[in-house]
């Protein structure tokens, strides 16, 4: 009876071993997938936005300053239609933009 009890006692580690190494092997080869799929896809950047009273400010002029140049647009197709005079305003308020926002702004750095 105990040499029975032994026997099946070895079978039942045997089997517990085998199943031990399956799921190591099985995990293994998961690890070595996800590191091969993380070496072909990048990992996105990621782009923190600053914080702060100072860089909300910024936020926010940047917007009035897109907004009037809009406008400004909009205006010259509105009031005067041609193309030409059109390309015009928006050579000549492109080349006036840095100029003004340093100006408005107090942006010299």
Do not use: C, Y
């Amino acid at each position: 009876m105990s040499k029975e009890r032994a026997r099946r006692r070895a079978e039942r580690e045997a089997e517990r071993a085998r199943a031990i190494r399956l799921n190591e092997e099985r995990q293994a080869r998961g690890a070595r997938r996800r590191a091969a799929l993380a070496r072909l896809v990048p990992r996105p950047v990621r782009v923190a936005r600053q914080g702060g009273l100072l860089a909300r400010r910024h936020r926010a002029q940047n917007a009035v300053v897109a907004l009037g140049f809009l406008l400004l647009q909009a205006l010259a197709w509105l009031l005067w239609g041609s193309p030409l005079i059109s390309f015009g305003v928006l050579v000549f308020s492109l080349l006036l933009l840095p100029v003004l926002v340093t100006l408005a702004f107090d942006r010299r750095t």
